[in-house]
């Protein structure tokens, strides 16, 4: 292919031995539909990927990437990615074989997932890594341990997806000791996080294979952090987490703590019925710390030491606006260190503030 | 006798007149054939013209076992650059060459190799690119592989054992998986501390970096060089062994300015943060990578280290490097278990 070509694979059935590659910038490869243009890798010998593209302004369309032996669809280093009415799919269910991630764009910039499909990925169906300025909106990602996690990454919208039966539906992540930290302004809405309750398959070791099976929304780490208008229901352990990073780290350069988080206007349905104690501290501690009643927003309150005493600067407390009857719970931990019989705190008004809403991503022509 | 003289002074003539293509080194295309380089008098017995100088690496980047030929061609009155840590600065018009073979078999090199691939490395005005030939089963000509292509190919190894691998011609991408350094494609192996070792040349036995300054195709390289150690030389230091093997093997793309420099896994020979050399550092995006592990490396548990598990496992979603090895590296595996075996924690 050279620049400003358009590929068209017509609906068919391909098989491939090795992994595919796309390094020319400006080009369109396109399907002609999800479920029409198939390419299927189950018999794959080589390459860590189904797919992989390190070229700029590339659209990859209306076509299927099938039982890839790693990721099924790699981007490393773009600046401009379109990934439209696209399927990446483990057709064997969800598998701790499955490659790791359906979408995965990593250390990219204006990045589109639109109108895609992400079934049975044994880390996140879609994934993206320490990129900027990312949309996903309009896609379903369904029966992965995550289904949709944004991490490492700065300004990126997640709009009017669903993400149901994975282990966890949407992740907000930041983890330590990589290029690129400290994720921030992060807008999660309209979006259905719905009966996530499929047990985690992850290897272990990896950061998802200790998120429980049952949550709807998890923010870790990051800040200016804006979360509304979605619908979570079903999630058999929380609707909405709020922690920090708990593991050791001696990264100087990373903050484990969430930061101007705010949350509003989101519809909840059922969760905590069937908390996953099995897997990862999260569910269990919030289990036992709530004696079972388990809350539909959980913040666990960890905060840098000089804050527990000092308090919180004003303008990085947690904000909520919602409505009186969901449910909220988080430690309070001077109170849990000093063995306070019940070192929690419930009462949602302490949060009420003014939403200052995010601007919304714009990805140039898009 | 006369005749033969007669031969001999008409093919001396024609070797004289005989020049590498450089037109063709800086051509936009790259030509179909291997031979239209003119970089080898004779392109079957890979016999090199006289300004295409033959070199070795200290340590080198496993391929399957593979043995590869490497030449480097620096254009007539001009000099590639030294660089500090890194890969001399060649000028436009150089050329890298590497050629990947089997012997047919190792204990007995008189019956012949089994030529794959050449792969070429082209200092074009642009930058550096690459792009491979493949022989043909007549080993008379390469022919270039955009696309990469798959050789089935089985050799007897030292021990008389038939070996077989399905060996993949990477594609024009793949080269730059691992030929990458900010984006830009890039030579890995002709660092002046990699090929600072001796090398018997037709004329004699001379450390390459004096032979280079010598034939006048760099214009400098310092006294003092600190080279990685042969990996193979087990009268070295185990941990020196060890980083030379993870340096070329691992360090290209793993290091700040390599394409896995997302992991936050730096293997590259200057780094010397633990957590970035894999001790306790958990993965990031790794996936069944891991294989139900939890750091990259624990010290004195070589079974509990995802280094070492993704260096001997086959399977391409999990092995490591991610292209170019189809088979474990059985020596250096034994080589690095026994490093995390014994490192402290």
Known sequence: ????????????????????????????????????????????????QGFLVTSDKVTLRDFAILDAKGDALKVIGSNGINMINLR?????????????????????????????????????GIYVGQSKNIIVRNSIAQYNVAGIEIENSYYADVYNNLASHNTAGILV????????????????????????????????????????????????????????????????????????????????????????????????????????????????????????????????GVVPISQMVFGQPEDEKLIMEEENKVSFLTISPIKYMLGFTNPTRTDKKEFKGVINPLEPIVIDGI | MKNTVQILIVLMLC??????????????????????????????AQVPHEDVIPYELISTLFSDYSYKQRWVYVPNNKKAKYKESWVFDFPIGSALIKTFYYPVDERNPELGKNLLETRLLLRKESGWEAVSYAWNDEQTEAFKKVAGKTINVSWIDFMGEEKEVRYRVPNVNQCKECHAANDKTTPIGPKARNINKEFTYKDGEF??????????????????????????????????????????????????????????????LNETRDTHLGVYKKPVATGRGSGGLKYSIVPGKPDESILLHRMISMDPGVMMPESGRALTHEEAVEMVREWILLMEN
């Open chain 1, 88 to 124: 990446t799919e483990w057709t064997g269910g969800p598998k701790s074989t499955n490659g790791a991630y359906g979408f995965y764009p990593v250390e990219s910039e204006d990045v589109l997932i639109d109108g895609c499909v992400a079934i049975g990925a044994s880390d996140a």
């Open chain 2, 207 to 268: 450390n390459q970096l004096a032979y280079w300054m010598d034939r006048q195709i760099i214009d400098n390289y310092p006294l003092d060089l600190v080279s990685p150690v042969d990996w193979t030389d087990e009268s070295q230091n185990m941990n020196d062994r060890v980083r030379s093997y993870l340096d070329v093997n691992c360090g290209h793309c793993h290091s700040p300015t390599g394409n896995a420099n997302s992991t936050g896994l730096y293997l590259h």
């Open chain 1, 173 to 300: 992540f930041d983890l330590p000791d990589l290029p690129q930290q400290g994720g921030h302004h992060i807008r999660v809405f309209d979006n259905k996080s719905i009966d996530n309750d499929t047990d985690n398959f992850a290897p272990e070791g990896n950061i998802v294979g200790e998120v429980p099976r049952g949550t709807g929304i998890i923010v870790m780490a990051n800040s200016d952090v804006e979360i509304f208008d979605n619908l979570m229901s079903g999630n058999g352990t929380v609707n909405l987490s709020i922690v920090s990073y708990s593991d050791e780290t001696d990264d100087p350069n990373y903050y484990p703590h969430p930061k101007r988080i705010q949350v509003h206007s989101n519809t909840y349905g059922p969760s905590g019925f069937d908390p996953d104690l099995e897997t990862g501290d999260l569910a269990k501690a919030l289990y036992e710390i709530s004696n079972g009643n388990m809350p539909d927003i959980f913040w666990d």
């Open chain 2, 15 to 44: 070797m004289r007149s005989f020049a590498v293509n450089d037109n063709l080194i800086m051509a936009e295309t790259f030509p179909k054939k291997l031979s239209d380089f003119a970089f080898f008098y004779d392109n079957s």
């Open chain 1, 1 to 48: 292919m050279n620049e400003g070509d358009t590929l068209v694979i017509e609906s068919g059935y391909y098989e491939f031995e090795d992994g595919l590659s796309l390094d020319v910038s400006n080009v369109t490869i396109k399907g002609e539909g999800m479920e029409k243009t198939i390419l299927d890798f189950k018999n794959q010998q080589s390459g860590a």
